[in-house]
């Protein structure tokens, strides 16, 4: 079962805004991880944030992560038109031995 | 350098046709993955593979199949296209215990189904 879920679906934003993406996830994890997607291209790691860990930065990204309510949220402060991309969070399903992606919320920066 | 590369990255078959999709990595990582993303962007795993296991998600069809002649190496093995197979198809790996470390894909390869 999907384990990551994102939300919103889709976010508009100008540039220099920030934008906050959230996501749920459903079972118990070692890590939560943040990529984005470019359109037409691959997956790019962008921050992994561990279980006992409950917020973590990376240049202009914030990531945070509560645990009791398996939820993440990454934040992109001052946003730039080329953070328009899809953001996906991911987990670990130890079972199928694979990471699992939400739905992805696709960031839109407007000039 | 190219960290995780897959050949074509476009590909335009029949229905019906036989088709590969190969995928090396050059990162020395024990586990690859390949995964199927459809047009709502939503990212399905296809298989899990390192050199001691293969799991395979119970609903791919046994139409595909991932071939592994080296550790650095993952190829996609697809039979009798079906219309429905169009996607774009992103071969991944990673380093060490499963999940623990990042995951690096590679640029996909767009699969249409004609």
């Known amino acids: 079962s999907q384990q990551g879920e994102e939300d919103p679906q889709a976010l508009s934003i100008q540039e220099g805004e920030n934008a906050t993406m959230n996501c749920s996830y459903k079972?118990?994890?070692?890590?939560l991880q943040w990529y984005r997607q470019n359109s037409g291209r691959g997956l790019v790691h962008l921050i992994l944030?561990?279980?006992?860990?409950r917020e973590k930065h990376s240049g202009r990204l914030r990531v945070t992560l509560d645990t009791s309510k398996k939820s993440s949220s990454l934040l992109i402060t001052a946003s730039r038109a080329a953070d328009t991309a899809s953001y996906f969070c991911?987990?670990?399903?130890?079972?199928?031995?694979?990471?699992?992606f939400g739905p992805g919320t696709r960031l839109s920066v407007l000039p | 350098d190219t960290a995780v590369s897959q050949t074509p990255k476009y590909l335009v078959t029949q229905m019906g046709n036989d088709k590969s999709i190969k995928c090396e990595q050059n990162?020395?990582?024990?586990?690859m993955y390949w995964y199927k993303q459809d047009s709502k962007k939503f990212l399905k795993i296809m298989f899990s593979?390192?050199?001691?296991?293969?799991?395979i998600n119970e609903t791919v069809p046994n139409r595909f199949s991932p071939k592994s002649p080296d550790k650095a190496h993952l190829n996609l093995h697809i039979n009798s296209l079906e219309l429905g197979d169009s996607a774009v198809y992103f071969c991944?790996?990673?380093?060490?215990?499963?999940?623990?470390?990042?995951?690096?894909f590679g640029q996909g390869t767009r699969l249409t189904v004609v």
């Open positions: 991944a790996s990673s380093a060490g215990e499963r999940g623990f470390t990042e995951a690096f």
């Open positions: 079972t118990s994890i070692n890590n």
């Open positions: 944030i561990r279980s006992n860990e």
């Open positions: 991911a987990t670990f399903d130890n079972y199928g031995q694979n990471f699992v």
């Open positions: 990162l020395g990582h024990d586990t």
């Open positions: 593979y390192n050199n001691k296991e293969l799991i």
